[in-house]
C-alpha cells in the first residue's frame, strides 16, 4: 500500500490538491481460472481511498472487495470450487505479518469459508507487477495533474481532466473519485487494442479500479497479538501464515492461526493440507521436496506446522472496535449469501433451539437490503432487521417427527436475515427407493410426512452444516437493534446472541 502526492502543474506546494489531500492506494494482481472461458486470466485491481489509514483491517476490506467483484458482480468464478487463497505480499508489519492482520486474516477466512495462505516474500526482494502497474498509474496521474483545466467548458464533452478548484457546494473533492475516474477510462481498462498481436500477448486481460469509502475498513483500534511461539521463535522468522476457518473450534483455541518457517506447496506438503483438520498442521512431513534442507537432528523438522493463538494486546484493545469488526463481517456474510440465494431455493440458518440442529426455509422472494431498522410481522412472529443488512422472505420447513434430518414445508411464513444463513442453497432429497424413510417411523408419521412431500439433507451435508454453524460461533456477539425501531422491545433488544434467534420467531410445532 503506497501514498500518491499529486502536485498540480508540478507545483511542490499547491493551493489545490497538493496542500492538503493525498491518496492511499494497493494494487492486487489476481490470477485464477475463469468460469467464462476456463483460461487462467489475471486481472489487476487497484483500490483507492482517502483515507489516510493504512492497516490490516484497511488490507483485509480491499482482499473482501476483489472477491466480491469476482464471485458475485463478475460471477467470473465457481465459489465452491475454490480450496485456497494464496496472498503474496511484503513483510510490512503495520500491514501484512501481525497480531492484527491475523485476526483480520481469520474473519476473513471465516467470512469466504476457505482456507487463506499469506506468502511473506524475503527481505530485499524485487519488484513485481503490483510495483509494476502502480508505477503506471502515478505517470497516468501526474500527467493529468500537470494539465489543470480553468475553463472545463471548453473541453469535448466526456473527456478526462482535474479541474483547478478542490472544493464545490457539496464540500471537499474526493480526490479518490478524481483518481478513479482517470484511471478507469475504458482506454486504459483493456489496454490498446491497435496492435492485435499486443492485444493478443498482453498478460493483464484487465485492470479494475474501485473506491473504499472512509470508515469503511472497521476495527481500527482492534490490537491482537500472537502467543504461543517456541523459544527463540516469532512472527518475523515465519514467512507462511494460514488463516483455516476449521481451526476455529468452541472453547477450544477460539483465535487461532497457523504458522511455519517457509512456504512450500510441493505435492507432498499440497497432500497434507488436504488432510483432516485434526492432523492438517501436526506432526513432520518427511515426504517433502525439501525435506533433507529443513530436516533436524531430532527428526523434527524447521519447517513444521505450528498452532499460535491470538490474544488482545493488554491496554491497547478497544472491545467496541472489536465488536465494530465483527458486525462487518457477519454483514460481509449477509451481502455473499444474499447473492446465492434465489427463489425456490432451500436455506439453512442457526438455530439456538434445543429441538433443532438448525432451521430450514424456502425462500420466496429475492434478498433485499433494508433502508432502515424495520420490525416486519408474519403469522404473528416478529422479525428485525436493522438498516443495511440483507433479507429475504421464505416458508419454514418443520421436522419429521422421530427422524434426523427429515423435514416438510410448512404454510408459516418467515423473515431470515441472510447474515445468519450458513448455507443459501442446500439440496434436498426427495423421497425415493434410494432415500427412504427410517425403518422405525411410525405408520402414521410416514403417511403423513408423504402426503406433505417430506424432504431429507443428506448426512454428507448435514456434517457441512453443522461444521460451518460451529466455525460461525467466532464470530458470536450481542448485535443489538436500538430502541426507537417501532415493535422492539421496551429494552430494545429483539435479536439475543448472534447465534441465537430470539425475536427471529421459530417453527412451529404443530
Known sequence: MEKYQPQPDGQFQSQYFGKRQSLSCEGHATWYQSAKTGEQVLIYYGAMSDEKRQDGATTAENINR?????????????????????????????????????YELMLLAIQWGIPIHRVIQAPGHGKCICDSQGGLDKTVLDIFFDCLVANPEALVEGLQRVETHDRTEDGLVSLAEVCHRILSDECRKYGSVSNSNRAKNRKIKERRYFVR?????????VKYICDGFPKGDGIRSNYHIVADPELVKTGERPNCIAMRRFPCFCDACVEQLKSPIDTRYTGTNRNCEYWEIFEREDG??????????LKPKPKEYKEED?????????????????????????????ADDSRYDYYVFQCTEAAKK????????????????????WYCEGVWLDKV??????????????????QIVIDADVEMQQLSDDNQFPANLSNRVREDATQKGAMRIGDCDHDFLMEVARQR?????????????????DDGSVYGEYEGVEGDGEPSDE
Open 401 to 418: 417427527p422421530g427422524t434426523a434430518n427429515w423435514h416438510y414445508l410448512t404454510a408459516q411464513k418467515c423473515i431470515v436475515r441472510m
Open 66 to 102: 476483489l472477491l466480491v467483484d469476482i464471485f458475485m458482480n463478475e460471477k467470473d468464478f465457481i465459489m465452491s470450487s475454490l480450496k485456497m487463497l494464496i496472498s503474496m505480499c511484503d513483510g510490512c508489519s503495520a500491514q501484512y505479518r501481525s497480531g492484527s492482520v491475523c
Open 213 to 221: 469509502p472512509e470508515g469503511v475498513g472497521s476495527g481500527k483500534g
Open 322 to 350: 472489536d465488536l465494530n469488526r465483527l458486525e462487518v463481517t457477519v454483514r460481509n456474510i449477509g451481502c455473499i449469501m444474499a447473492s446465492q440465494i434465489y427463489v425456490g431455493a432451500y436455506g439453512v440458518y442457526v
Open 370 to 389: 433494508a433502508d432502515g431498522d424495520t420490525v416486519f410481522e408474519r403469522d404473528g412472529n416478529e422479525f428485525a432487521v436493522k438498516e443495511g443488512e
Open 300 to 309: 523434527t523438522s524447521y519447517n513444521d506446522w505450528k498452532i499460535i493463538d
Open 473 to 489: 460461533t467466532a464470530l458470536d456477539f450481542e448485535d443489538v437493534v436500538y430502541g426507537d425501531v417501532e415493535g422492539g422491545d
